[in-house]
């Protein structure tokens, strides 16, 4: 039997977005996935989609909100080794990010920060855009977007060797869970809706994740700047483990409250969509 064919990931979250009632404010949109799975791409061409039918759209990535690596390497100091890694929840200037939402959904025109991955640093602010005032959507995208705490009985256990050899006893991952059941939750608690693109499972995300840091030395190379660094394989590998913890949680915790529900195959299509009302728009999800 031929299986049933859906609209791209684009076309799902900006019908989604313009069957929405309207207000006053702009309508703050979080978009959640994996490393990989396309969410920046999704975010562009929703954003081009969005203004098309005459909606004003600006983008933010959580990861602009990271921290500089000097303040990480601090925070590496005096908690723990593994915050010189970008990614997890204690690695954000989640304060700036706060005043950035806070401003953009009273309508000011805004500096948005960004973060160059390739220099693992934040550019200076003379290289951040000031946003328009008064849009009408904004997309904020990242891999831990709308993520909840988990429990501390859930930390005990060591989901990979990283946690295992260089947490053994659960000072980092603890860390990490404080700061997402804090001051994170003050700036998802500002979201209007929450959408979630669901990979298979875990185990492609290493997989994708590798995928675009070969895109991302292509593009340095072609571009003349091939010195700077990018991970290779099992590098990658690596620090996919940060993330691991909390994307399995994310799998299994957020599609039975996010508004919108994407669930896509190792090949990045779209095998189901779901909504919060409960009624799948698709054939039943399945990992086998």
Same mark, same amino acid.
């Given at each position: 039997?031929?299986?049933?064919?859906?609209?791209?990931?684009?076309?799902?979250?900006?019908?989604?977005?313009?069957?929405?009632?309207?207000?006053?404010?702009?309508?703050?949109?979080?978009?959640?996935?994996?490393?990989?799975?396309? =969410?920046?791409?999704?975010?562009? =061409?929703? #954003? &081009? @989609?969005? *203004? =098309?039918?005459?909606?004003?759209?600006?983008? !933010?990535? &959580?990861?602009?909100?990271?921290?500089?690596?000097?303040? #990480?390497?601090?925070?590496?100091?005096?908690?723990?080794?593994?915050?010189?890694?970008?990614?997890?929840?204690?690695?954000?200037? %989640?304060?700036?990010?706060?005043?950035?939402?806070?401003? !953009?959904?009273?309508?000011?025109?805004?500096? %948005?920060?960004?973060? $160059? =991955?390739? !220099?693992?640093?934040? &550019?200076?602010?003379?290289?951040?855009?000031?946003?328009?005032?008064?849009? $009408?959507? %904004?997309?904020?995208?990242?891999?831990?977007?709308?993520?909840?705490?988990?429990?501390?009985?859930?930390?005990?256990?060591?989901?990979?060797?990283?946690?295992?050899?260089?947490?053994?006893?659960?000072?980092?991952?603890?860390?990490?869970? $404080?700061? !997402?059941?804090?001051?994170?939750?003050?700036?998802?608690?500002?979201?209007?809706?929450?959408?979630?693109?669901?990979?298979?499972?875990?185990?492609?995300?290493?997989?994708?994740?590798? +995928?675009?840091?070969?895109?991302? @030395? @292509?593009?340095?190379?072609?571009?003349?700047?091939?010195?700077?660094?990018?991970?290779?394989?099992? *590098?990658?590998?690596?620090?996919?483990?940060?993330?691991?913890?909390?994307?399995?949680?994310?799998?299994?915790?957020?599609?039975?409250?996010?508004?919108?529900?994407?669930?896509?195959?190792?090949? #990045?299509?779209?095998?189901? %969509?779901? #909504?919060? +009302?409960?009624?799948?728009?698709?054939?039943?999800?399945?990992?086998?």
């Amino acid at each position: 039997m031929e299986e049933p064919s859906h609209p791209d990931v684009p076309t799902l979250i900006a019908t989604f977005i313009q069957g929405r009632v309207k207000s006053d404010r702009p309508d703050l949109i979080g978009l959640c996935g994996p490393q990989g799975a396309g =969410k920046s791409t999704a975010c562009d =061409k929703v #954003r &081009l @989609r969005l *203004e =098309k039918s005459g909606l004003t759209t600006l983008t !933010l990535s &959580l990861d602009d909100f990271y921290l500089p690596r000097l303040k #990480r390497h601090e925070r590496a100091a005096a908690t723990h080794p593994l915050f010189r890694t970008r990614g997890v929840p204690g690695t954000h200037d %989640i304060p700036l990010a706060r005043r950035t939402i806070d401003s !953009l959904l009273d309508g000011q025109p805004t500096p %948005i920060p960004l973060f $160059d =991955k390739s !220099l693992d640093d934040v &550019l200076p602010s003379g290289h951040w855009a000031l946003s328009p005032a008064h849009p $009408d959507v %904004i997309l904020l995208e990242g891999w831990c977007v709308g993520a909840r705490p988990q429990s501390p009985h859930a930390l005990q256990k060591a989901v990979n060797a990283l946690e295992a050899h260089e947490d053994p006893h659960g000072v980092w991952r603890a860390a990490v869970n $404080d700061a !997402l059941m804090s001051d994170y939750q003050k700036v998802f608690s500002r979201l209007n809706a929450l959408c979630l693109i669901s990979p298979p499972d875990f185990s492609i995300v290493t997989h994708w994740r590798q +995928e675009q840091e070969s895109a991302l @030395r @292509r593009s340095l190379a072609q571009r003349g700047e091939s010195g700077r660094h990018v991970m290779s394989d099992s *590098e990658v590998t690596r620090f996919v483990q940060h993330y691991e913890r909390l994307t399995r949680h994310i799998i299994v915790e957020m599609p039975q409250r996010a508004d919108l529900v994407i669930h896509l195959d190792t090949m #990045r299509r779209v095998t189901s %969509i779901v #909504r919060r +009302e409960g009624h799948p728009a698709g054939a039943p999800h399945s990992s086998s």
